[in-house]
Structures are given as C-alpha cells and as structure tokens.
C-alpha cells in the first residue's frame, strides 16, 4: 500500500503544477474591449488529466482501507478477514474528499460479502478469542468484505497510459479498461461522482 500511495501521490503533485487560466481585464470596459479567455496548453491538460486519474486512484485506495484485517482460527490455522465500518461512518469519511456520497456508499456496499462470510468470520474471531483466553471480549461483526469484490474493480493500480481522460461539461471523465470515472474538480480537489463498468482484464 505504501507504494500505491506513493504513486498515486505522484500523480497528485503533477496537478500543483498546471497553470491556471485567466481573463484579461480593463479598469475602463469602454476603452478596451473584452478579452477573451485563453486556451488551456496541451502540456497544463495533461497534467489535470494526470491529476484527476492519480485522485481516482487515491479514492479507490481510501475505500479500501475502510476495512481493517483482522486474525481468526480455523481448524487451528490463522485466518483474516476484512471487517467494516458502518456504512455511515464509512460514507462520511469517503464523502469528506473522495466521492461524492451517492457513490461512495453505492461503491463501499458492494464490497460486502454475503450472510455466511460474515457467520464464518464470526466464528473464526470467536476461536481465536477462545484460544487467546480474551471470550469475554469477542463481539460478532456485522460487515466483511469479499476478498472477490474489495478493491478488485477499479483501477487503483492502473497505468495513466491506459486511460482515456477527457474534459466534458466541467468535469473530467476518466474510460479506463471497460471502468468509467466521472471526477469533479474543486479548486484543486477531485472527487468521485461518477463509477460505472466492470474492468476488463
């Protein structure tokens, strides 16, 4: 994860290097005509292009680490599973910087495993609070991520180079192996408002 993070954080700092665009302006209106605004460098597209591609994977890192691993017994073996938070929490941290919160809980509920997971996490953390002598302790968990669904959809470790990035409507959509990304910017924040697809392989 370090290393993701490093990288998607590349990503990142290329964005403080765009240049922004602005208008001309005249004290006197009726003694210089309007100007009109510039058009962005190719150079200064690509780099928000980066920017919002590195904030996307970023998202799709933060969603994951939502869960926390945590140790079970079976048939004597140590086991992990990923344990949630509430959706509530989890959406209301997503929804700080991330994404927006219609897609971060559509997203961070898809990662959830079925009924049986979770009966079968349970008692994995049951044993190992048996074993550890810690019983009084053990709580039953509510949400376990399917190690099938977490972080598999997504491009969190993606290439730029793969991606398809285009500015349209004030956002920037992101095509990325069958994967779409609808990022919103906000001074120099991206958020996520947008996820359809299933990646492609």
């Known amino acids: 994860m370090k290393q993701f993070a490093k990288l998607a954080m590349t990503g990142v700092l290329l964005a403080t290097a765009a240049v922004g665009v602005g208008c001309a302006s005249s004290d006197k209106a009726t003694e210089t005509p309007a100007a009109t605004e510039q058009p962005v460098k190719a150079d200064d597209k690509k780099k928000q292009y980066q920017a919002a591609f590195a904030a996307a994977m970023i998202a799709e890192s933060q969603l ?7 140790k079970g017994l079976e048939d004597g073996k140590e086991v992990s599973y990923s344990v949630g938070k509430s959706t509530d929490e989890a959406v209301k941290f997503l929804a700080t910087n991330y994404w927006s919160e219609e897609v971060a809980k559509k997203e961070y509920e898809a990662a959830f495993g079925d009924a049986a997971l979770v009966e ?28 099938a669904k977490l972080g598999k959809n997504s491009l969190a470790k993606g290439d730029f180079a793969d991606a398809k990035v285009e500015e349209k409507d004030g956002k920037f959509i992101i095509d990325y192996k069958g994967l779409k990304y609808t990022m919103e910017k906000n001074n120099n924040t991206y958020r996520v408002v947008g996820k359809e697809g299933t990646l492609q392989k």
């Open 64 to 70: 994951v680490n939502e869960f926390e691993s945590k």
């Open 120 to 147: 079968k996490a349970n008692a994995a953390f049951k044993a190992k609070a048996v074993a550890d002598k810690k019983e009084a302790d053990f709580k039953p968990v509510t949400i376990v991520a399917d190690p």
